[in-house]
Structures are given as C-alpha cells and as structure tokens.
C-alpha cells in the first residue's frame, strides 16, 4: 500500500517533513518528492507536520459511505481514545452520531483489548525472553521489523487490538458485516491492509470533518450505549493498560518490571539499549506517539491541548472503574480465536559509498573537511555524512544543505553589491547611511574615509529619501543634479520596514552627449532657417519660374526644422 502521497504543486520544498520523519523515509529529487514505503514506519508525523498539506493519506470514507448505500451492516470498533478526542463533556455522543451516519453496531476497541492482554499473560508464562515488547502499536512494530529485527524475539507473537476486534466482529455479525476502524492513528490504515478483519479505517479527524460535511453536532446529541461493554483495562490502553491488570496497579507477569516509552526518540533509545543488553527483565509497552494515543497524529483539530485530553481520559476512565470483566458469552465465543501473529523481518539496506564517495559528494557542497560539517540538521539529516549517503543513494539533492545554499547566495549579492557601477547605500529611516559600496565612496571621493552613520544629506539632496521614508512607498526614477561634484544622478528610493535601499545610476555622460547633440541641432535649426530665407528671397526674383520647385522645398524644410524642435522640445 502506498501510504502517503505527495501533491507535488503544493509542496514548498521546506523540508520540515523530512526534519520529523525518524526514518528518512521521504525522497526529494530534482524531479520528484515521493515517500519510501519501504523505509516508511507509517507514523504520520511528516503529514501531521506539514504546513502545506502536501502530505495525502487515503481517506476511507467514500468507501464506507457506498456501502452504508448499498445496505451494507456496519460494524464500527472505536478506539478508547475517543474519549479524549472529542470537545464534548459526554464523549458516548459520538455513538450516537455514528449511528446517525448510518453505522449498524458500535463497540469500543477495548473489548478486544482485554483480550489481547490476556494473551499477553497467557505467553509471558512462557516466553522466556530477557526483556519483551508488547506489540499494540503498529509504527513501533514496524520500526523493529525495519531496523531492529535482533530483537524480533522480545515481540510479544499477538495481533493489535484493532485486528483482534475486527476478527471477533466477523465472527459475531458474520463475514459480510462491513468492519471499520475509527481512531487517531495513521498507522492503523496500513495495518489493517494486511489481514482481512478490518474492511476501512478513519481516523478521529476524519470523522469529524465527515460529521461536519453531514451538518450533524454530536454535541446537540444524546448519549448512546456501546453494543458490547468493554473492562477498565481495555479502556485503559491508552494510558498504559497493556502492561497491568484490570485494578491497573498489578503487573501482567510478576517476573518482569513494567515500563513504557512513548516518542519516537524514546523508543529508538530503548531499542539501541535493548540492542546492547543494557537492561533486563522488562516488559516495555511502546508507542511511537508522544503521549501514546491521546496524542496520536489525526486527533480532531478542534484545539484541544495534550492535558486537557489527558484529563477527560482519566474522567472517562474514573466513571467506568467497575468495568472488570468482560460479558461471560463474549468470552466464550472468542475462545475458539487465534489472536497470534508471528512478526518477521523487513529490512531494507541501502546501499553504503565508500569514505572518498561521500567525501566526492561533500565537496559538492563545499565541505572540504570535518570543521566544514556543520550538522545543523537543516537539510533534514543528523549529520552532513548522513545526507551524503542520501545522495548516494538517489534519495536527496547535493544542493539541499541551507549552510551552503546561503553561502552561495550571500557571494552572490555581495559580488553585485561590490561590483556594480551604481550607487547603492543602505539607510535607516533617520536617512544615516548603514551600508554602501564602493562606487558610492568614490563618487564622491570618500575612499579613504567611513560612511557609516553619516546623515546621506551629506551627499545629495535627499528630499526624494524624506518623501520616501514619510509616505512609506518606494520612488523611482528622480533626477539629481550634483553641481559639486559635477554629476547628475537618476535616483531611486525603495523602502522597507527595517531600512531604506538607495540605489543611483551616474547619467553624467548620458546627460553630457544629450547636450552636445542638443547644440548639433540648433546649430541644424539656424542653418535651416538661413536657407529657407534664402530661397524666399530667390523666390520673389523668379517666382514665375520656379514657385513650385520653391514651394516644396520651403514645406520640406519646414518639416525638417519642426522635427528638430519636437526631439529638443523647443
């Protein structure tokens, strides 16, 4: 399944996608931006970041929607969570809402959560690990089938919640019931592609867009009633249930300590000490969400903050307490269910540049030695070797490192800034001069001294920088001319809010040769009226001959005096 799904017209090229992606599973080429499926943890930490929303994940809704058309009976698992996602004081009126849609049975994932932790007992009685991990949250199972298959041994051989209910609802309503999934995990939409128990999944934001495109406020709703009743222990999953028993306080396996790590940065340094035998005899729930899965990364995006859900889950949970034990009948017809699964390993190597190939790449970017690695981690890799592998393996530009890039442009401006023959002074809007290059020091022969903080009245006029600073628009296009010096400038004031950027072009000798073609056509117009007095004077001797010749050479001499005093604008 191809997870994510890049909208290659939104995308902005920031990178804060991959600077969030723990596995640096987000290709970016010259031509393409892609998401590696083969490296991807399925987090959605890089779609939950995004500030473009150029990051797609299948929605399932349509699909649900034509089957709740074509008649088809819905079977919903909610994940507890739900408690916690949406602004309500009574969450059960999502329940409610759903059945509003059109959903035939709703049951709370914890139902077959309770389940799951029983197999959890069931096999750490005999499982004879020195540390296990319990396997409720896909992305962590797939950051170590990925990256650390060591440790495939310490996975508890269970099936998540999800899967187990979506088994045990075929098995309850029949093979043809439609099961869906609603929570706020991405990583469920992946997982439940992998067995045939759950038929779509949305996640809680999801649904309340589709709640609000319907025009249906839960909140205007009444309560509704869960058609199975799950224990406080299934409830309590997303606050660490797995590892204890339903009073919440008695670990699943007195022989193991309990422990969770939630994040991914947690959980990778659990892995690595795990890797090194750096501790034992733990039983480790991992979540790769900060804050497990009240915090998951498709959470309503109504504001609510991380405790404000933290404590509606714990109020949840406080009216429910009785919850202990699960319908006897439910037990019973669940008894003939494997809920185990055997996690294997996906690793995928990439491939590995020699020393002198990741150096070749480095010099691309101008990182000629080990004080040149900056591992600012801009570019979305921990270090400058970790990008050049990167590049090695088609995965990144040489181009993408910020260092470089604007190193490259500031070169740049300043070789324009020094090399160019106008004048260009920076100011503040008291008009003293902050910056300037050196054709405006020479100009005005002030090589050998400093300008900085010298009011630019000093130099011209300025009236066009005053008009600029007080109606804060920028002025093209004045001329100025400099009888001191002998200069005549055309000025150009743009404004910004943090300074004045005054640029100026020298026109002198411009202005120059416009003068002496100017004194070259009135000498042209005195010569034209010279002659056309002449042939008057002609004319009146022979004007029986020649008045018609006459006529048409006053009328072209005329046209040619009037073109020069148009150009001149006489």
Not at 47 to 58: E, R, Y
Not at 159 to 179: N, Q, R, W
Request: with cysteine; net charge negative; hydrophobic share 35%.
């Amino acid at each position: 399944m191809k997870f994510i799904e890049f909208d290659h017209h939104k995308c902005d090229e920031c990178y804060k996608c991959l600077r969030v992606c723990p596995t640096k599973a987000i290709k970016f080429t010259d031509h393409s931006r892609d998401i590696i499926n083969s490296l991807c943890i399925k987090c959605g930490l890089c779609q939950a970041s995004c500030p473009q929303s150029a990051l797609t994940i299948q929605n399932d809704r349509h699909k649900i929607k034509k089957q709740i058309h074509l008649g088809r009976k819905i079977a919903v698992s909610l994940a507890p969570s739900f408690a916690a996602a949406f602004e309500d004081q009574d969450p059960k009126r999502i329940i409610t809402a759903l059945r509003t849609l059109g959903v035939t049975w709703v049951e709370e994932t914890g139902v077959a959560a309770e389940l799951v932790s029983r197999n959890y007992e069931a096999m750490l009685e005999t499982m004879g690990s020195e540390n296990v991990l319990t396997t409720c949250c896909p992305s962590a199972n797939y950051l170590v089938q990925q990256y650390y298959p060591e440790l495939l041994d310490a996975m508890l051989p269970v099936v998540s919640p999800m899967i187990a209910h979506g088994k045990m609802l075929k098995e309850k309503f029949g093979p043809d019931c439609y099961t869906v999934f609603i929570g706020p995990c991405l990583a469920k939409k992946a997982e439940a592609e992998e067995m045939p128990y759950i038929d779509a999944v949305l996640t809680f934001n999801e649904l309340a867009e589709w709640l609000a495109d319907e025009g249906i406020s839960y909140r205007q709703l009444p309560p509704g009633v869960f058609d199975e009743k799950a224990t406080i222990r299934g409830m309590a999953y997303p606050m660490g249930g797995s590892l204890f028993k339903n009073d919440r306080q008695t670990p699943i396996h007195s022989g193991y300590r309990m422990i969770r790590a939630d994040g991914i940065d947690r959980c990778k340094d659990l892995l690595e000490t795990l890797k090194i035998g750096g501790i034992k005899n733990y039983c480790i729930e991992m979540n790769i969400c900060s804050g497990s899965c009240i915090n998951g990364p498709d959470m309503p995006h109504d504001g609510l903050k991380f405790f404000q859900r933290k404590d509606r889950m714990l109020d949840y949970l406080k009216a429910h307490a009785d919850h202990r034990e699960l319908d006897q009948l439910l037990c019973e017809s669940s008894a003939d269910l494997s809920f185990k699964h055997d996690f294997e390993a996906h690793v995928v190597q990439l491939k590995k540049p020699s020393k002198e190939e990741v150096n070749e790449i480095l010099r691309k970017i101008d990182k000629f030695s080990e004080k040149d690695h900056l591992n600012c981690g801009a570019c979305g890799y921990e270090t400058c070797v970790s990008k050049a592998i990167a590049v090695y393996n088609e995965m990144s530009k040489p181009q993408m490192c910020l260092p470089y890039l604007r190193s490259k442009a500031e070169s740049l401006s300043m070789a324009l800034f020094e090399n160019t023959p106008n004048l260009v002074c920076v100011l503040d809007h008291q008009l003293n001069i902050l910056e300037y290059n050196p054709t405006f020091a020479k100009t005005f022969d002030m090589e050998k001294h400093s300008l900085k903080e010298v009011p630019v009245v000093a130099f011209l006029d300025g009236a066009f920088f005053s008009e600029c600073v007080r109606t804060e628009k920028s002025i093209f296009g004045q001329r100025e001319h400099l009888e001191t010096i002998g200069k005549v400038l055309y000025c150009n004031a743009i404004y910004t809010e943090r300074f004045i950027l005054g640029i100026m072009t020298d026109m002198t000798a411009f202005e120059k040769s416009r003068q002496e073609l100017a004194a070259v056509k009135e000498k042209t117009l005195v010569a034209c009226q010279e002659v056309i007095n002449k042939q008057m004077r002609v004319a009146q001797e022979i004007a029986s001959l020649l008045g018609e010749t006459t006529a048409e050479t006053k009328v072209n001499l005329n046209r040619l005096k009037e073109i020069v005093m148009m150009d001149e604008g006489y």
